[in-house]
């Protein structure tokens, strides 16, 4: 996950952290074209996908994990940043999270923002905007 502040609103880029569930697999037939396709997910399916594990997260400029707890709170560590807390939650076909303003890295924090929540390409993938994660080891 990426934070980055752009046009004075933070991306959570940086937040998306820890989203992949070992067992979940990719897409289904065999059909390249249609293995392209990101499958959408109920607010139910991506909660059940992300409660209680932690998660890889791999964005566009930052990489880390994150645990997203029962309760909707989240604990996130940016590799080389730092950690921060925040909340999260679903709605159907997203993920919505938000960001404390404590660390030096992220004054701000973050507003909740919800980014299009999917399966991934690969077996035991998930993509959350353009975040993609997987389990944490």
Do not use: H
């Not at 074209?33 to 909660?47: F, G, L, T, Y």
């Not at 940016?78 to 004054?107: A, N, R």
């Amino acid at each position: 996950m990426t934070l980055r502040i752009r046009n004075g609103r933070a991306l959570a880029a940086t937040a998306w952290v820890a989203l992949a569930l070992a067992g979940c697999s990719g897409f289904p037939g065999s059909d390249k074209a249609a293995n392209d396709v990101p499958q959408a997910m109920s607010a139910a399916e991506i909660r059940s996908t992300l409660a209680g594990k932690s998660w890889r997260f791999q964005g566009p400029n930052n990489t880390g994990t994150t645990l997203y707890a029962d309760d909707g709170s989240s604990l996130v560590e940016v590799d080389g940043k730092g950690k921060t807390k925040g909340k999260w939650m679903t709605k159907d076909g997203q993920l919505c999270e938000s960001f404390d303003p404590s660390p030096p890295w992220l004054p701000g924090g973050v507003p909740m923002s919800c980014y299009p929540f999917s399966r991934g390409a690969t077996p035991n993938t998930y993509q959350a905007g353009k975040a993609v994660f997987s389990p944490a080891a």
